[in-house]
């Protein structure tokens, strides 16, 4: 089995700045994908960000400049540096890992971390 613990969320100022960690653990030795979404009250789960196993970034057009994430492999650890934030960024967080088994995507997720960013 794989588990995925978040931590680092909390409430923040805005144009504060907060760290969020994931880390997993489990049968799973590397995910050759890791990444952060997020959801508010009343709308809709969306991508914030991810990174490949080489690196790749991609990240949604709301967070860019303001929002970096990372990983260390050997702890198959993925983290969001989130500075300058918004009101708008307040959400629960979940972490995603995914990866792929003879051409069969399977997914994680963490259970997720409340973000509050105060006006």
């Known amino acids: 089995q794989v588990q995925l613990v978040e931590s680092g969320g909390g409430l923040v100022q805005a144009g504060g700045s907060l760290r969020l960690s994931c880390a997993a653990s489990g049968s799973i030795v590397s995910f050759n994908r890791m990444g952060w979404y997020r959801q508010a009250p009343g709308k809709q789960r969306e991508l914030v960000a991810h990174?490949?196993?080489?690196?790749?970034?991609n990240y949604v057009d709301s967070v860019k400049g303001r929002f970096t994430i990372s990983r260390d492999n050997a702890k198959n650890t993925v983290y969001l540096q989130m500075n300058s934030l918004k009101p708008e960024d307040t959400a629960v967080y979940y972490c995603k890992a995914m990866v792929l088994v003879v051409g069969v995507k399977y997914d994680y997720w963490g259970q997720g971390t409340q973000v509050t960013v105060s006006s």
């Open positions: 990174i490949t196993s080489g690196g790749t970034t």
